[in-house]
């Protein structure tokens, strides 16, 4: 085994995505034979002595990959939220396992659980372009203006414009309506600051892919193991990362995402 960089080695010991990683290197939590070490350093655990917090970085974990249904009221975190339930809570015996994709607490759906960094890492940064699909019940039916404004991009608050998306409505909903996104970034409550800037309402938040793995049947609060098949079809449905342009506004991811027609309601 070569040297690694450390956030990998450390992601592969179970200690959480890369990005959490790279978190405890810069707080200086990390050495290397009893010295701190900077973020982007390598080491090769056969012969350097590599501690977190003092304590021996464990060897490489078995990957595990498990998809959930995340319900409303749970949280998408591993830290407890006083007398509130965690996706951890709902996954018995993978207490080294870590989300991928959060939602937020009023928002249900698909998480993905795992302890493989690299996956997480590109199925998150935005430079992989990786797909999410969502159903959105809006309090009331958004005109063409309104969509066709979200499906360019929207400045939220700070001047960042979100990128483009595939928008459209699926249902009635009474006086609201089911709506389909699909997106290739995904920052927290992106969603519902883009129908608050729109003047709508989101009633209910569902994510039912990311990438290409569907929630499929799967109820509130289940989980199941991935397949090995969908685990490598996960992968491929990462980009290739893409240099960044030279621009003041964010790169968008240039393909235009697809709607899966086969998941139903």
């Known amino acids: 085994m070569t040297s690694e960089r450390l956030q990998k080695l450390m992601a592969a010991a179970g200690l959480g995505s890369r990005r959490a990683c790279e978190e405890l290197i810069r707080a200086g939590r990390v050495t290397v034979n009893g010295k701190p070490i900077a973020l982007g350093e390598k080491a090769d655990p056969r012969h350097d002595d590599i501690r977190v917090d003092g304590r021996p970085l464990a060897a490489a ?15 998408s975190s591993l830290e407890p939220q006083g007398e509130r339930q965690t996706v951890r809570d709902l996954v018995p015996g993978a207490a080294r396992l870590f989300p991928v994709g959060r939602l937020d607490l009023e928002s249900e759906g698909l998480i993905l659980m795992t302890n493989d960094g690299d996956l997480a890492l590109r199925l998150t940064h935005p430079r992989y372009g990786c797909e999410k ?32 998306a ?3 409505v699926e249902s009635p909903a009474g006086r609201g309506a089911w709506v389909r996104v699909v997106m290739g970034e995904g920052r927290k409550r992106e969603i519902r600051e883009i129908a608050m ?10 994510r039912i892919r990311i990438g290409s793995l569907l929630l499929g049947s799967l109820r509130p609060g289940q989980s199941r193991e991935l397949t090995a098949a969908e685990v490598r079809q996960l992968l491929a449905s990462t980009h290739a990362p893409q240099s960044p342009k030279p621009s003041r506004r964010p790169a968008v991811h240039a393909a235009r995402p697809r709607v899966r027609q086969r998941q139903r309601e």
């Not at 974990?61 to 749970?74: C, D, N, S, T």
């Open 133 to 164: 699909e969502y159903r959105v019940m809006l309090s009331r039916r958004p005109d063409e203006q309104q969509l066709e404004i979200w499906r360019r991009g929207v400045v939220l608050e700070g001047g960042l414009r979100t990128a483009p």
């Open 166 to 168: 595939l928008v459209r």
């Open 61 to 75: 974990e078995q990957a595990m990959y498990l998809a959930l249904h995340k319900p409303r009221g749970v949280v």
């Open 197 to 206: 800037r729109l003047g709508l309402s989101v009633v209910r938040l569902q």
